[in-house]
């Protein structure tokens, strides 16, 4: 597509119940990163899928979080028994191989609210 | 951990006004890129400056790099009512696997009309 789809835009859970958030990456773009934005926050690194390598999973912060990019394209994070600290919203951004050296393209996020 | 760091947090201007925004980072880097966020969504990739470059310019805006005392800033001319965003900074590290961008905590410009 033009440009990176998240959905859904905005998804209220209650605490305890699990959670899948998608990103559809530019075409053609073989890098995809999540992040996590808390309130009033810069963003948190998640993971970081680079076309058939083995994804960096340093940023998860705990395993109740997961996330798969299938067939190299699209990705799903997935936040289970979800907890109020979950809340934020959720970046995915994708580029080229070259993209930390030219910049990423970020979708709109999805604003998770744990209730 | 958030490797940079912006400074003032907050800035407020009236229009025609420049804005200096400023970013700290710690460790030694490749390049430092700027993006601005509107309405707490999606980020906009502004400009990139390479740790070899001091200075950069894109229509309205001015970046400078100063190595050895590890900070950046971003200058915005003639500001307008629509560049009222929350403005990051974010590095790519010079050495090591990580391929991700590491981001500073934001400044949050207002631009009075």
């Known amino acids: 597509g033009a440009g990176v789809s998240q959905s859904p835009s905005n998804k209220v859970t209650e605490k305890g119940k699990d959670v899948e958030l998608r990103c559809d990456p530019i075409?053609?773009?073989?890098?995809l990163y999540w992040y996590r934005q808390s309130l009033g926050q810069g963003l948190e690194f998640l993971i970081y899928?680079?076309?058939?390598?083995?994804?960096?999973k340093s940023g998860l912060p705990s395993d109740r979080f997961s996330a798969e990019r299938t067939g190299g394209s699209v990705s799903t994070l997935t936040i289970q028994r979800t907890q109020q600290e979950d809340s934020a919203v959720y970046l995915c951004a994708s580029s080229t191989l070259q993209g930390p050296f030219s910049g990423y393209t970020f979708g709109s996020g999805t604003r998770l609210t744990v209730v | 951990s958030q490797q940079g760091e912006e400074d003032p947090q907050a800035l407020s201007i009236q229009e025609g006004e420049n804005a200096t925004m400023n970013c700290s980072y710690k460790?030694?880097?490749?390049?430092l890129q700027w993006y601005r966020q509107n309405s707490g969504r999606g980020l906009v990739h502004l400009i990139l400056?390479?740790?070899?470059?001091r200075e950069k310019h894109s229509g309205r805006l001015r970046v400078t790099l100063d190595t050895s005392k590890k900070s950046s800033s971003l200058l915005i001319t003639a500001s307008r009512a629509a560049d009222t965003a929350s403005y990051f900074c974010a590095t790519v590290p010079s050495s090591g696997s990580a391929r991700q961008l590491t981001f500073g905590s934001g400044t949050q410009l207002t631009v009075l009309p």
């Open positions: 400056i390479r740790s070899n470059e």
């Open positions: 899928f680079q076309g058939n390598s083995a994804p960096d």
């Open positions: 075409s053609g773009h073989t890098a």
């Open positions: 460790t030694s880097i490749n390049n």
